[in-house]
């Protein structure tokens, strides 16, 4: 369990034209989902993160599937060369030849993984849009009380690990 999202909304007020589309939407909520979803989703995270060549990509058993699919794919639509084509001293930058959408999201784990019993007591209805964006029952962070109280009577234990959470956003 962590908190999650912006703790300072003062950008808000200075974009008064978008400040109505975050009006009753989550901007701090918790993240509720097992501790081993979380460490393998850090792990992952970090194996696709920190190479900086391909030759380093190959040796990541986590990171060599989903670089190596995303530059096939790339091939077949744009005739670009196929991985498997390229030297492992080809530079690698994660968000160039990825982006953000292959990363796990503690929003999507939390509403798919949160007990759900806990999701119907206390979980918000997401109003967030945009073209790539999932909407996800959230768990506000007022009730952080209330729903550690719950996790506790279901037999949960409940771990406070910002540094994983830090990952999630690395």
């Avoid at 999202?5 to 009753?24: N, V, Y």
């Avoid at 009730?143 to 279901?154: C, F, G, K, M």
Wanted: no cysteine.
């Amino acid at each position: 369990m962590g908190t999650y999202g912006r703790t300072d909304h003062s950008w808000l007020d200075e974009h008064p034209e978008i400040k109505r589309h975050f009006k009753e939407d989550p901007q701090d909520w918790l993240a509720v989902f097992p501790y081993e979803v979380a460490l393998r989703d850090v792990e992952l995270i970090k194996a696709v993160v920190e190479p900086k060549t391909l030759g380093e990509v190959r040796r990541s058993p986590l990171a060599l599937p989903l670089v190596k699919a995303a530059f096939d794919e790339r091939a077949a639509m744009d005739g670009e060369p196929p991985f498997d084509d390229l030297g492992d001293d080809v530079p690698f930058d994660w968000y160039d030849e990825l982006d953000v959408y292959w990363r796990p999201d503690p929003r999507l784990r939390t509403a798919e993984l949160a007990p759900p019993g806990l999701l119907a007591a206390f979980g918000q209805e997401d109003r967030g849009y945009g073209m790539d964006y999932e909407p996800a029952t959230w768990l506000p962070l007022g009730d952080q009380d209330a729903i550690e109280a719950a996790l506790r009577e279901l037999g949960h234990e409940i771990v406070y690990d910002d540094t994983i959470l830090n990952r999630y956003l690395a």
